[in-house]
T-cell receptor
């Protein structure tokens, strides 16, 4: 596609539920990133994929968060047992290779009630 | 997580005025970037800086990579209403393979016509 596509754009879920957020990167981009942006803050790094493998997952806050990219294109961020503090915009980004310009998607707004 | 210090936090200016904002860090950065984020959108890259002392322009925008490598500034000349938004600085402390950006807290710009 023309840009990074994220779905859903908005998600409201109850505390304790499981959530999946999807990212479709720019076609041909090998590197994919997930960031999280809390209200009034800048984005914070979560995880980076080069191809199918997670090259750096040091930003994932705890083991309730997990991300996959099984075919080296689309990625899914999975959050188990959601908590109210997980409410944020989850931004996906991609670049041709690591070190190239990163292009962000519009984000998925997650609200945990 | 770590975030860069950005100032000012917000500013109201008259259309046609010049704007200046800056970003500081306690750590040395090897890459500095400036992004703009509109409501409901992901950050969009404005300018990327890769060398200490580098001064780069993009239309009415000019940014500089500080000599100490611990700061950067962004200037916008002759502001127009569509400059409204949140401006984020971001940087990477690693020597190569940039992807793990640390973002600033943002400068919220409002332009009065």
């Amino acid at each position: 596609g023309a840009g990074v596509s994220q779905t859903p754009s908005n998600k409201v879920t109850e505390k304790g539920k499981y959530v999946e957020l999807r990212c479709d990167p720019i076609s041909g981009h090998t590197a994919l990133y997930w960031y999280r942006q809390s209200l009034g803050q800048g984005p914070e790094f979560l995880i980076y994929f080069q191809g199918t493998g997670a090259a750096d997952d040091s930003g994932l806050p705890n083991d309730r968060f997990f991300a996959v990219r099984p075919e080296g294109s689309v990625s899914t961020l999975k959050i188990q047992r959601t908590e109210r503090g997980d409410s944020a915009v989850y931004l996906c980004a991609s670049s041709l290779y690591s070190g190239n310009t990163i292009y962000f998607g519009e984000g998925s707004w997650l609200t945990v009630v | 997580g770590q975030q860069l210090n950005q100032s000012p936090q917000s500013m109201f200016i008259q259309e046609g005025e010049d704007v200046s904002m800056n970003c500081t860090s306690s750590s040395i950065f090897n890459t500095w970037l400036w992004y703009k984020q509109d409501p409901g959108e992901g950050p969009v890259l404005l300018i990327a800086l890769y060398k200490a002392g580098e001064l780069t322009s993009n239309g009415r925008l000019t940014a500089q990579f500080g000599i100490t490598r611990k700061d950067s500034f962004l200037n916008i000349s002759a502001s127009i209403p569509s400059d409204v938004g949140i401006y984020f600085c971001a940087g990477d402390t690693r020597p190569s393979g940039t992807y793990k950006y640390i973002f600033g807290t943002g400068t919220r710009l409002k332009v009065l016509a």
